[in-house]
């Protein structure tokens, strides 16, 4: 078995014991996988985990805020888990209410677009100017050293969140919004 069906395995088999009412094993079980999903920054085989995963992602979260982190777990796996909630929450206005709210604020002006913008990570933001400066996914994905499939992701999320259907009207509208300076 490759690491990447490993990763998914150890996933579903979480989720099957969070259903299965063995909370305490499901949680034992993911944290590895969540741990390597932090460092690779991959979060779509999180979230293909379904609602059961991301219940123990929320557990998780919860006891790592009141508890200190085991000693093998990377310390950027609070955020990260933040992150999935947020994503999980996004995911679910969008589905209840059509189009989610206005998620982000624009910026005062073209010196501040590297300011965080409610609503759009930093890896976003980042992508956004990538896409800005004419780069493929390819090219993406090289730079920020992540998979071609997780760039595709945070585009469809930057499309969702904007409002838009493609890269060209993905720059239009952030530029309208201020998050990119003018041209």
């Known amino acids: 078995m490759g690491p990447r069906a490993e990763?998914?395995?150890?996933?579903?088999?979480?989720?099957?014991?969070?259903?299965?009412?063995?909370?305490?094993?499901?949680?034992?079980?993911?944290?590895?996988?969540?741990?390597t999903c932090s460092r690779l920054g991959l979060v779509r085989p999180v979230l293909d985990g379904g609602a059961g995963c991301l219940e123990l992602v929320r557990a998780i979260s919860a006891r790592l805020r009141r508890e200190p982190a085991p000693e093998q777990v990377s310390h950027e796996l609070p955020r990260f888990l933040s992150i999935l909630t947020r994503l999980d929450s996004q995911a679910k206005t969008s589905r209840d209410s059509g189009w989610s709210a206005e998620l982000v604020r624009p910026?005062?002006?073209p010196d501040t677009t590297s300011a965080s913008e409610p609503g759009l990570s930093q890896r976003e933001q980042t992508i956004l100017r990538l896409v800005d400066k004419d780069r493929s996914n390819r090219e993406i994905a090289q730079e920020l050293h992540l998979g071609i499939n997780t760039v595709k992701w945070y585009l469809k999320s930057l499309f969702n969140t904007l409002g838009v259907s493609d890269r060209r009207a993905c720059v239009v509208e952030a530029r309208r919004r201020h998050l990119l300076p003018p041209k």
């Open 107 to 109: 910026v005062a002006g």
């Open 7 to 35: 990763l998914n395995a150890r996933i579903l088999l979480a989720a099957a014991l969070e259903r299965a009412g063995n909370c305490e094993e499901a949680e034992t079980t993911l944290l590895p996988a969540l741990d």
